[in-house]
């Protein structure tokens, strides 16, 4: 069982950055693959970035490539999104996910999910 706790969102302004981290719990957890997912209101939950356990391969949207950086931090069970130059479109809840499929860019592929957090890009 992994638990997943994301922090870090909040409310910027168009061009500023913001960096999302992912505290999960459970000895196994460099074994999952890990992702990020967006939920902007009245839209479907999107796939971000994803990486892998221990490879190092990475993923991302086409929408944040280049602005967007996910990493992680085995030795601190934890996964982070930097995000730079964030606009008013990159406003949803973030969501930290886990699963064990490679790459994971489809919510059905996700075992695990956090509870989410906001952010908010004003223009």
């Known amino acids: 069982q992994v638990q997943l706790v994301e922090s870090g969102g909040g409310l910027v302004q168009g061009g500023d950055s913001l960096r999302l981290s992912c505290a999960a719990s459970?000895?196994?957890?460099?074994?999952?693959?890990s992702a990020w997912f967006r939920q902007a209101p009245g839209k479907e939950r999107e796939f971000v970035a994803s990486?892998?356990?221990?490879?190092?391969?990475?993923d991302y949207a086409d929408s944040v490539k280049g602005r967007f950086t996910i990493s992680r931090d085995n030795a601190k069970n934890t996964v982070y999104l930097q995000m730079n130059s964030l606009q008013p479109e990159d406003t949803a809840v973030y969501y930290c996910?886990?699963?064990?499929?490679?790459?994971?860019?489809?919510?059905?592929?996700?075992?695990?999910w956090g509870q989410g957090t906001q952010v908010t890009v004003s223009s």
């Open positions: 996910a886990a699963g064990t499929r490679w790459p994971i860019t489809e919510q059905q592929f996700v075992t695990y």
């Open positions: 459970g000895p196994t957890f460099n074994r999952y693959v």
């Open positions: 990486i892998m356990g221990q490879d190092g391969l990475i």
